[in-house]
C-alpha cells in the first residue's frame, strides 16, 4: 500500500500539523509577559492542545500494535513497524516537553498572584477609613472584569474544544473510509482468485472427461483378453514401483 492510501501517513501528516501549530502557540506563549491576561489564555489553550495530540497519538500506537499482530497481512514490515513507533515516541516526547514547560510555568505565575493577592490584602486590612470605601469599589470592580474576562476565556476554550472534537470526528470518518476502501479492494482480489479457481476446475474437469472417454474406447478395443493383460501390467507395474521404494 503507498504511504498515499495508508491511513497512518494520513493521520501522522494531521497530527504533525497539530503539532507544528502547538509549538508556534508555544512560542507566542514563550513571549509574552509573566502573569498576563494573554499568557493565560495560551496557557489554558496549549494544555487543551496538549491532551488532545497525547489522545491522538496513544490512538495510534494502538493501531501499530494492532497492525504488528500481522505485519504482512497489511503490507508491511518490521522495519516500518520501528520507523512508525520511533515517530510516535518523537511526537509524545514533544508534547510532553511542551506539557511540562507550560504546568511549570502556571505553577510559578499562581505562586506570584498568590504572593501578591496576600500583599493587597494585608495593605487592605490597614486602618484607613477615609480609603475603605474607595477600596471596597476598586476591588469589586477588579473582581467584574476577572469574572468576564474567565467567562469569555471559558467560552472560547469551549468553541476550541468543539473544534477540535470535530476535526477529530472528520478524521475518525477519514480513516473509516480508508479502511473500507481496504476491505474492498481485498474483496475484489479474492473474488477474481475464485474466478480463476472456477476455470481452472472447469479446465481439469473437462480434460478428465477426455481422458475418461479414451480409456473407454481403448478398454473396448482391447477385448476382454486385452483388458486382463493390462491389468496384470498395471499390478506388475505396481509391485515393482513399491519395490523401489519400500526397499531401496
Not at 489522545?55 to 505485519?71: G, H, N, T, Y
Request: glycine letters at 6%; proline letters at 1%; a negative charge.
Amino acid at each position: 500500500m503507498s504511504s498515499a492510501q495508508d491511513p497512518f501517513y494520513i493521520v501522522k501528516e494531521e497530527i504533525q500539523e497539530s503539532i507544528d501549530k502547538l509549538q508556534s502557540s508555544f512560542h507566542q506563549w514563550e513571549r509574552t509577559l509573566s502573569g498576563s491576561q494573554e499568557q493565560l489564555h495560551l496557557t489554558k489553550e496549549l494544555l487543551a492542545g496538549c491532551e488532545s495530540i497525547e489522545w491522538q497519538v496513544d490512538e495510534l500506537d494502538k493501531a501499530i500494535s494492532v497492525a504488528a499482530r500481522d505485519p504482512s497481512w497489511y503490507g508491511i514490515d518490521e522495519v516500518e513497524l520501528e520507523k512508525r513507533r520511533r515517530w510516535t515516541s518523537t511526537a509524545r516526547a514533544q508534547v510532553g516537553n511542551m506539557k511540562k514547560a507550560v504546568v511549570a510555568g502556571k505553577e510559578v505565575n499562581g505562586t506570584s498572584t498568590s504572593n501578591a493577592s496576600g500583599m493587597r490584602r494585608e495593605l487592605m486590612r490597614m486602618p484607613n477609613s477615609h480609603q475603605t470605601d474607595r477600596s471596597n469599589h476598586y476591588v469589586s470592580q477588579d473582581n467584574n472584569d476577572d469574572f468576564i474576562s474567565s467567562e469569555s476565556d471559558r467560552q472560547l476554550l469551549l468553541i476550541r474544544q468543539q473544534d477540535e472534537e470535530l476535526d477529530e470526528l472528520s478524521a475518525s470518518v477519514e480513516r473509516i473510509g480508508g479502511v473500507g476502501l481496504t476491505i474492498h479492494e481485498e474483496l475484489l482480489a479474492q473474488e477474481k482468485i475464485i474466478d480463476e479457481l472456477g476455470s481452472e476446475m472447469d479446465s481439469t474437469s473437462t480434460r478428465l472427461d477426455f481422458v475418461q472417454k479414451k480409456v473407454a474406447m481403448v478398454m473396448k478395443k482391447a477385448g476382454a483378453k486385452g483388458q486382463i493383460m493390462m491389468i496384470l501390467f498395471l499390478v506388475v507395474l505396481f509391485i515393482v514401483l513399491f519395490v523401489l521404494v519400500f526397499f531401496t
